[in-house]
């Protein structure tokens, strides 16, 4: 059989397979209010539908003001908690795990959401920049505390804590974005004060059960930074860990001779090897043969396919049956679900075709 479709036990919840869909935003379909419509439940309807074992809603705001987008999901009030709660449901209807990113983009927060992009420091190369107050750093980490409430209370198993691609976790973690000279910098367990001090809050508040999941970044700003950022995770109480990349392009580490998966699969391997917890490998993995190599071997726990599930959201289904799928094209420069899911072109092929 083939292992992608074995059952795992995370926590006390069973994964029926081990394809994960990542998080993945789809701007405008919420409005400025954040509140999920209908088009956001139909989005995660089809997704489950498709058979993935965990489903992480994407990127959803904990504060109003430190959103990536103006039309971002957001969890930052309880009027939030019906339509999240139609989501979770939707997902575990369909037999998944279903977890929530919870997200702050700090030093890249949208300049149609707050005049000020606050971070850890300072950025060189943004003018709209501002280092947080030890208030605003502390109500920060009570508004992802809140937000774990939220989720829990919508019905989700878990909460994935957006800690990669540049944004905030990810610039108070790595000392590339961290200047400080307080007690959120200049040392590891300084840089992941806020991180720990969040995941502490949401056990308390949330109980042993629920599932706290980190997505980091490995090269934060190096693989070894990384692996030491996982291994305190581990030890701060995270239950899974997800690896992606650490939004700098500097450092990044070289794959072996005959590995053949980009740096962040590879590294999200090499953490897996340093990890006592589940771990998720993620990028570019693209097809079934590849997934099941991964897990094969025994060099993840889970597997993250983002686009093809895009492209094709009965992907997990069609590879389970033996079925043809609906190939990703891989737009460059980058993906048009940024902008729309209806400018997709497998999407808008496959509709052609039917
Ligand atoms: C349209 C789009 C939106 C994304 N949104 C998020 C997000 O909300 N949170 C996040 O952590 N990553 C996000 N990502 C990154 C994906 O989760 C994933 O890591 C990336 O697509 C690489 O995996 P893939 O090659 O299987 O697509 C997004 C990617 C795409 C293409």
């Not at 501002?130 to 980490?141: G, Q, Y």
């Not at 109980?207 to 995770?233: C, K, M, Q, V, W």
């Amino acid at each position: 059989m083939s292992s992608l479709f074995t059952e795992f036990i995370l926590k006390k919840l069973p994964v029926k397979n081990r394809i994960v869909f990542p998080p993945v935003v789809c701007f405008h379909y919420a409005g400025a209010d954040g509140i999920v419509t209908t088009r956001n439940t139909q989005h995660y309807q089809e997704i489950a539908t498709g058979g993935a074992g965990i489903i992480i809603t994407e990127a959803t705001a904990v504060c109003k003001d430190g959103r990536l987008a103006p039309f971002q999901l957001g969890i930052w009030s309880d009027e939030h908690i019906p339509g999240m709660g139609q989501i979770a449901a939707t997902v575990k209807g369909k037999g998944a795990v279903s977890l929530l990113q919870i997200h702050h983009a700090g030093l890249i927060t949208n300049d149609q959401v707050s005049e000020f992009a606050r971070g850890p420091s300072v950025s060189s190369n943004n003018p709209r920049s501002a280092a947080l107050t030890i208030e605003e750093i502390e109500e920060i980490r009570n508004a992802f505390i809140e937000a774990a409430r939220r989720a829990q209370k919508a019905g989700y198993q878990g909460v994935e804590l957006h800690g990669a691609h540049g944004y905030l976790l990810n610039q108070f973690a790595s000392s590339f974005f961290n200047k400080r000279e307080d007690d959120y910098g200049g040392t590891l367990v300084n840089n992941l004060r806020l991180a720990t001090d969040i995941i502490h809050g949401i056990r308390q508040k949330c109980g042993d059960d629920f599932i706290i999941g980190y997505r980091l970044g490995a090269n934060s700003p190096t693989l070894e930074d990384g692996i030491a950022i996982a291994l305190h995770l581990e030890q701060a109480g995270v239950d899974l860990l997800h690896v992606s990349h650490g939004g700098s392009l500097l450092n990044l580490p070289r794959t072996p001779a005959g590995f053949n998966y980009n740096w962040i699969i590879f590294s999200g391997t090499v953490i897996k090897q340093h990890s006592g917890i589940p771990v998720i490998v993620v990028n570019e993995i693209k097809t079934a043969e590849r997934a099941e190599w991964l897990i094969g071997n025994n060099l993840a726990d889970f597997v993250a396919l983002g686009r093809p599930q895009l492209a094709d959201p009965d992907w997990v289904n069609h590879i389970k049956n033996n079925e043809a799928i609906n190939q990703c094209l891989g737009c460059k420069p980058r993906c048009r679900w940024y902008e729309d899911s209806k400018l997709c072109p497998a999407r808008i092929k496959a509709t052609k075709d039917s």
